[in-house]
Every structure is written in C-alpha cells, then in structure tokens.
C-alpha cells in the first residue's frame, strides 16, 4: 500500500472559520550544536519548540515535517541562522507565519579568581525566533550571589547572602553573543558563581560580595544600565530571582524597557 | 534596640533613574480558601508571586509586607476579590502599581459517565489581577482525551489517542466561574477525563472517544467558538498540549482572539 | 448491558509464572486532611500512590478500587491511621501486600523572633506504609539557613551562606509529629528560616547565622545527634543539601543509622 | 597570601564520633561524552553526584577536589569506566567509599517501521558507580505506547491508549549496552515510539498497537521475562508508569527480582 492512498486528513476544508495562531510540536529533545563567541562549536541538549499559524480553511498541519527541519538544522543553531529555520518552515509547511523556539543549557569555562582553577558553569539559555518580526528574543539565565545590604547594615557581623538567578531577555537583530550576557549579569551581583573554588578562592569571593551588597533591585538597576550601553539591544527585560536564605521564597525584581523596537 | 534605631536602607534615595516594574516576593507556598460554584469553599495550597512598582528615587520597596498581606487575604481568594487584594497592596507598599498572581489546584467532583460513582479531579488554576488594567486573568488546565482523527481514518481498526492538557486564559471584570471554564475545554475533547471509572464507564468513555476524533487543531476550535459565546469573556487563549502516544512529544496548537477590549 | 456482561480481563489466569510486586495508582493529586499536634485538621493537597502485589497467576488488579479507598481515608490521614488503610486495601484487592505514599506540603505557623509577627512556613511531607513491615516512614524537607565555617574563619569579613534542606527520614510504630522532625531539623542549623521577618529579626536571624557556622557535615551530624535521642525512632536518615550561594551546585551529607529495627 | 595559610577548618577533629556515609556535591551539571554501543562518543549534558564517606574523626571533606576529578573523566563517561572514576575519588579524597552517579539524556538514531525516515529519540538514563559494591546500577527511561486489553475486550470499537515510561535497572559487572535495555523495553510495549512518523507509518503503529494490547502488568512481565534471559544480569528492577488517557493520574507496575547478587 503506497503512501497516496492514505486519505490526507489533515488537508480536508474546515469550516468553523477560525485560523490558528500556532500549531506545531511542543517539548522535543534533540542534540543539537550551537556556535560560541571563541569560535568554537558547542554540543548540548535542547528542548524545541516549532510552530506555524494554520489558515481558517485548513483542517491540520502536517506534523512529521517539524521533525524534518529540525533535522536539517540541528547542526549549527545560532542567533543568526534562525531566520533562515523560520523560512524554510514557512515554505514546507505553506504557512505565512513561523516560529521557532529553543531552550538549552550552554557551558562556559571559568578561571576562579586566584587560584585560576578552571571549570564550567552552565547558564541556560532560550532562543526564540519568528517570521513576523525582524528580531530575535534571547534569554539567558545567570546564576549569581546576592548579599543583602540592609542585613550587612544592620547587623554587627555577617551579613545574609544567597544565590539568586539573574534573567535577561533582549531582542535584537544583530548577532549577540550569550557570553556578552552573561558578563552584564555577573558584574551586576555582589559575586559571579564558579564551580571550583580553592580556599584563597572562597576568601577572595565572600569578602568580594560583602563589600559590594547588593538588593534585588540594586542588581536588575545595575544590570538594565548595562543593557542600555550594549550595542545592538533594541528591547530587554532583567529580572532577578533572589533565593533568599532567611526565607523560604525568594525576593523578585524586573525592568522592562524598549530602546529602539 | 527597638525597631526605629536601625536604618531604613530600603527608603534611601537612588541615583539611577530607573524605575522598576515590578519587585516584590515569588513562590512563596501558602495555605488558602478559594470560593467555589456551588456555594462552598475550598481549601488549597498556592503558589503566590506579589509585586508592585518601585519609583526611581526609592532603592527598596518592603519585602514583609507582602506576607502580612497575604495573611489578610488568603481565607477568601475569589476572582473580583482580587481588586481588594491590588488596592490595599498599593496603599501599604505606598506603590503607583500592584500585581498579584496565585496559582493552585481546584478539585471538582466528577461522576463517572455510567456507574455514577464519585471521584475528585485536579485542575490547575492561575488568576492574575493588575491595578493598571481593570480586567482579570483566570487560567485553567484541563485535562482530557484525544483520539487522532487521521489515525483512525487511515487505519484498518483502533486508532493512536492519548492525554492533552487544555490551557484556557480568560481576561473579564465579572465573575467567571473555573467551572464553566472547564465544561468548555472537556466539552472541546475526544473525551473528558475521571478519577474513577468501572468497567462499564471505561467501555463508554473508550466508544464515545473513538465517535468523536479530534486533531489538536479541532481541539482548540471547538473550545474558541464556545469562549467566543461564553458571557464576560473580553480576550482569550486557548492551547490544547497533545501527550502523543506514539512519538515522545505533543502535538500544539493555540488560538488567542480579543473580543472587547 | 450489566457490568456482569463484560468480560473481567483482569482476572485471566497468567502463566508466566511472574508475581508483580507492586501494582497499582500513581501521581493522582487529592485534598486530603491531615492531624496536626496542636489538635487541629490541616487540609492540604496530596499526591499518592497505593500498590498491591499480583499474585503470579492473575494477570491484573482492578486500578478503580485504589481510587475509592483514597475516597474513603481522605479526610483523615495520620501516621497511626495508614494500617488500617493498608488492611482494607488487602481486603479490598483481595493482595498479601499492600503499599501507600503519600506526599504533601504541610504548614506551621511561626512567630519572627523579635517582632513575634506571625506567618505560615511550607514543610514537604512524605508518609510510606507497607503491609509487610509493622513500621511506618516519615519523611519531612526542613529549609534552613547554613553558614560557612570556612569562609568565615579565612575571610576578613563576612561568610558565604544560604538556604538548604534538611530531608529527615525516620521509620516508627509509634506516632511521631511532624512537628518534633521539623524541630530537629531547625535546631541543627545556622539558623532556622521564617516567612516574615521585620528589620529587628532580620538583624537577629544574621547575627545568629554568624555565630553558629555549620558545614553541611556539621549539620547532619547535629540533627543525628537528637534523632538518636528521640523517642520511637527505629531508623532514619538525615540529609543536608546546602545550595551553595558561591557555587551553582549544591553541597551534601547524608547520615543513616538503624536504632533499634 | 598562600594557600597555606588559610586554616584547614575541614581537617579539625570532630569528637561527636559520627561517621558520615555520604558527604559531597550535588546536582552539578556538566557537559559529559558517554560511548555508544556503534562505536561512537556521544556528547550529552548530565547530572552529576558524587560523595565519599566522611570517617568520625574529620569534620568535613574538600568540595573542589569532586569538581576536578569531574573535569578529569568527562570525556570518556562508560559503565567499565566508572570503577577507575571511584578508585580516583577513595584516592584524591582520602576516604573509604566512594560513589558516583550521573543523569543525562541519550539518543538513539531510529528508522520509521514503513517509510525508514530517520530522526533521533531521547532515552533518560541513570549511571551509579559505588566502591563498596562490585557492579554497577544502570537505569534507562523508554517511553513507550501501551493499549488497554480491557477497554479493546468490552468496547464495540476503539482501545484506549497511552505514553507509558519503562522504567528498567540492572546491576551488572560487566558491559551492558543502553541500547541493549532499550530493546528489552520497546519490545515490552503495544509498540516502540518515534520522533518522525509518515502517513504509512502512523497507520502500521495504530494497527500494531490495537493488535497487542497489553496491561501495566503486562508490560513489566514481558520486560522482565527477556531481563532474566539478558546475559549479565545480576538485578533488575522494571516499572511501568502508564500516563492514562481516561485517567489523570498513572497506573503503575513493578517487578524487582535478584538473579545472580
């Protein structure tokens, strides 16, 4: 039995008059490669997102085809080749309008900051593209150490800290790279993260953040600052989630701000 | 030492011009009343993120607020006392602005299509208020059934069918009851689903289900044309997420539509 | 058509000679009822799951009559009632063994050191009984505070601290209170954490933090110490996982010792 | 200022005379190669833990050692090559016991049954290495297709149908390939699962999937049955969670049996 005898459901009218915005496969993990800043080719896990809109007289998309593409692009994810992922969606499945979204954890290596041990930190990142606009949307997540300057003030030792989880989101048109990110963030806390610390190390580090404390939103100010000054940023959004230690919730705080959409 | 000797840090001027969005508490877990359809009330347990806007010139809003708050309101959580809630965050956190946001399961008592018998089925609930719009937003999850129409089309007997989550937001000012939200979505499925089924039951759930194939794409459809139709509703998203049971990820397909904002 | 038309497929002879250990419900979410110490009710949300063995020559159990024993024991769970569950679950589905977990968060109302405000701080539990032994497991996560001996004794100033979680396990006959677990777990930390806190306890909960530094060692070894000391306890197992605020991992210890079991 | 004048807080004598069984780190995430059963490395991204056991008279143990053994082996992550990883870690750390366990997602390259497209699966597997023992624990996660015998028997058309999780340990000294569990689940199921299906292929999965309908206890049985046959075996442990498309929770098997321990 060959393939066109099988009655194509999908393509059958419907009639309710109703277009979907999004139809498409949700929550898939692929290996996939993405580009970093020094040149390099970096191997991760990703979760995919791929949609197209469905015109009212269409019944179904034709969900194999999201896979087939994916395939094809697997290989070399970055901030600029996703316009050419969302074309060739828009061509395979007819659809006026594509989007394409991927989350995945991307790994730098770190020096600690005396002993220059190094290691890697894993910072997850999200990429979202869509035919409709002409940019992209990337959002990294920035693990940091915030120390709380009303407890440093009021206290006469000590002083509570915590990790805290910077997100920043921006949308851009122009190639950005997750590392430039990644460093707003880090120099927006009282202390970057490391995965290996020698003694002199862990010294270097606590008395480094009790000097700079910082609240939630003294850290989303400081950041949105440097997002103001980096180029090409037209939109960013920086929240922080700080996972306090005296509590069992964690304290929030956001910016939003256009520059240039 | 009495509270007044130590230094309020929080109300200090800040330099930056920066005004922040929202600040506040994320994710605290709190014990909570909701109101339900048929007159009683339900005992939950809910996530809960409140934040408020931050003038540029203060440094730091007051994170203990927000929990002595939530203690004032947690026994009555309903979608119009939400306002109450927004209006008294505004006065204590001297703020322009509030936002509340509280997610938890609600259980409703199902009987099952033919024996009768009774069980409780989870939906998760998320209702959201914001004093700068006069609207709320109510989210539930349903889950349900879908069978694949094309599957059984093309099929000599039996047909591949699994579990989708329904994800409805509304946006109204009157009261809409998560009741009726989730006759729409188990009304726009395959199947709606229970915690209990004899043997009699799961005969007559499995005939009507294959009766009544449904793509991911009818799925959504059927719920928007029922939203349209649905009394209060001013916007609304409707996303059906299809668990597939023959690939390792869903099948998705959203409608958003405003209707009188 | 009756019930008694249909055919019971669970019921046919099996002969693969295989007996099953464990059949049954898994992750269904349900309010249930639980006692607390102070006397009253708590009512909170579970997620259970209730197994029976198969013996080798049935081929399956009847998954609905899980559901109607939960419908049955919801609004009265303790550690003394799960026997009496167990047995009517053998009885019921007709098994040698029976088996009931059930996980839910479970909340104590706090006063903030110095101010004595109040509020309601979230404990996970986890309560498994099993027919073939005569004791049962409670499981209790405690959020606390740890503060760093290392890094304050090399720093100038300050010490890296932040929130963990201390998982006590224990297994008894007798009842045992949530409560004498959660206190076990509060007193073998830097400090114990509090969902309000105004600036004097802030102040207070720092400078305590800093006078007792804990490595997660410390911290295990301190509650192992009073679970040794404690009345009815046959078994457990204590567990710090300390999310490092240097780090983006977590630091752990874990002690397990046998009493009298 | 050296290292070596920082005071070594973690040798101090700890007189409390309780050994620690496990101290360590936790949930670090780290970019692993891990060797395939086609000869090949296979770059993924895992979870790792790694503890030693800590004796009575040492306070507490050195975090960034872990890290650096970490760096050492993961480019070469295998089931024979975990033993020379915990013999490093007794040395390094100077401890009696050492144990190691790594999570991480890993891909198989399948063919669609009828059209032969080829597109990638993800299997979640689990790695645990512990000096005390001679083997190894090896968990791989198979998604598969389950369909009801029950609902199919007493239905006039249709079966209900569900994603189910295989769930599958073993212990084993010697090699024992991913690929090799994975099969033993697959052919466990009503059918295997895939990430591209065609029109033809749907059709042969639907059809399959209604001719070998299988219960929970089913599936663990057969799985189990080809466990006991697999050479090298020493212990295994299958479950099967079924994800119920009439239910919103699970059903649940397990078989655990000892061959050769």
Chains 1, 2, 3, 4 share one sequence.
Not at 161 to 186: C, F, G, L, M, P
Not at 227 to 256: C, K, P, T
């Amino acid at each position: 039995m060959s393939r066109e005898h099988l009655k194509d459901i999908q393509s059958e009218f419907d009639e309710r008059n109703l277009p979907i915005n999004q139809v498409g496969v949700k929550d898939i993990s692929y290996p996939v490669i993405v580009l970093d800043k020094i040149g390099g080719e970096q191997h991760t896990v990703a979760k995919v997102n791929m949609y197209v809109d469905l015109p009212h007289h269409f019944r179904g998309t034709h969900m194999s085809r999201f896979i087939e593409i994916l395939n094809r692009y697997r290989t070399g994810i970055s901030t600029t080749k996703i316009r050419e992922i969302l074309r060739d969606m828009q061509t395979v499945l007819e659809a006026e309008s594509a989007f394409f979204e991927i989350t995945f954890p991307y790994f730098i290596t770190k020096s600690a900051p005396v002993s220059k041990e190094q290691a890697k930190m894993e910072y997850i990142c999200r990429l979202v593209g869509q035919s409709s606009v002409p940019y992209y949307m990337l959002e990294v997540k920035v693990p940091v150490l915030s120390l709380c300057p009303c407890s440093k003030e009021i206290s006469e030792y000590g002083a509570h800290n915590q990790r805290s989880i910077i997100t920043i989101q921006i949308k851009a048109h122009e190639k950005i790279w997750i590392e430039d990110i990644v460093a707003v963030a880090e120099q927006s806390a009282s202390s970057e993260l490391y995965s290996i610390l020698k003694r002199d190390d862990e010294k270097y580090v606590t008395e480094r953040a009790y000097e700079k404390p910082m609240f939630v939103e003294d850290m989303v100010r400081s950041a949105a600052e440097k997002l103001i000054a980096l180029d090409g940023v037209l939109w960013f959004s920086v929240e922080s989630e700080n996972m306090e230690s005296i509590h069992n919730h964690s304290a929030y705080a956001r910016i939003v701000k256009t520059l240039k959409l």
